[in-house]
């Protein structure tokens, strides 16, 4: 199969649809349907103005840094868990019970606890993303012989 070929079976669904979208755009006026170019433009707008840095950067931040707090915490506790039996047949009940409870409900706690702030947002985060590297981390390390 030649490039030209891979080509036109990787982009050719693609290009139909925007011209589709193109034309169908500028033959009938819908209001649930924008125009490319006005989408297209406010995209611009948003991902590459003066909010980008005060919008996209902090919750970048935000995530990156719940993320890495996650990873650190969820692969040593995973690991001193699942390497000590007496610990994981204590704690695993109260990690399973846990995992089960959605962040969000955790929300209006943290803002009694913590305020409306970075803090609280990336505490959700933690716990958000904790529990499924925790669980992985025991699950890997009990794999091991």
């Known amino acids: 199969m030649t490039l030209l070929k891979k080509a036109a079976d990787l982009l050719g669904l693609p290009i139909i649809l925007l011209a589709t979208w ?3 755009t500028d033959l009938y006026a819908n209001f649930f349907i924008p125009k490319p170019l006005e989408l297209f433009d406010r995209f611009v707008d ?3 103005a003066e909010r980008f840095l005060s919008d996209v ?3 970048l931040y935000r995530l990156l ?3 890495g707090i996650s990873i650190v915490i969820g692969v040593l506790l995973g690991v001193l868990v699942g390497s000590v039996r007496w610990l994981r047949w204590l704690l695993e ?6 995992r089960a409870v959605p962040s969000t409900i955790l929300i ?3 803002l009694l606890l913590i305020g409306i702030n970075d803090t609280m947002k990336i505490t959700l985060i933690v716990l ?3 529990w499924p590297i925790l669980l992985n981390t025991i699950d890997g390390i009990l794999g091991i012989e």
């Open 22 to 24: 193109f034309i169908y």
């Open 46 to 48: 948003i991902w590459f």
């Open 57 to 59: 950067i902090p919750s």
């Open 65 to 67: 840094a719940g993320l």
């Open 93 to 98: 009940p109260l990690f399973e019970f846990i």
């Open 108 to 110: 209006p706690v943290l």
């Open 128 to 130: 958000s993303c904790m």
